[in-house]
């Protein structure tokens, strides 16, 4: 029933971009912030993108401040993550997440990744 199916990522030179998209259905996504994590082999996952369930407001990790956009479209489900000047260090799995806080509880959508690579 809910699904979060990311699309975009793939094998990049270092100072390329891509973008990266997330189609979401099953829940209320105008409920939801959203955002994108991401994993490195033997790292943990970190958050590098959020934004809120209206659109209103963003947050992004130190690390690509400036370089990454995230941004959605209600009417359509979908969040992206634009991903400008793209390093090595950037190599990971990306992970789309929706979470809702309601009634004290937190829940928490995953989708299940899509690989990026920033090689030569």
């Known amino acids: 029933q809910v699904q979060l199916v990311e699309s975009g990522g793939g094998l990049v030179q270092p100072g390329g971009s891509l973008r990266l998209s997330c189609v979401a259905s099953?829940?209320?996504?105008?409920?939801?912030?959203m955002s994108w994590h991401r994993q490195a082999p033997g790292k943990e996952r970190e958050l590098v993108a959020s934004?809120?369930?209206?659109?209103?407001?963003?947050n992004y990790a130190d690390s690509v401040k400036g370089r990454f956009t995230i941004a959605r479209d209600n009417s359509k489900n979908t969040v992206a993550l634009q991903m400008n000047s793209l390093k090595p260090e950037d190599t990971a799995v990306y992970y789309c997440?929706?979470?809702?806080?309601?009634?004290?509880?937190?829940?928490?959508?995953w989708g299940q990744g899509t690989q990026v690579t920033v090689s030569s």
């Open positions: 934004i809120s369930s209206t659109g209103g407001s963003t």
């Open positions: 099953g829940f209320t996504f105008s409920s939801y912030s």
């Open positions: 997440n929706g979470r809702r806080v309601f009634f004290g509880n937190i829940r928490d959508y």
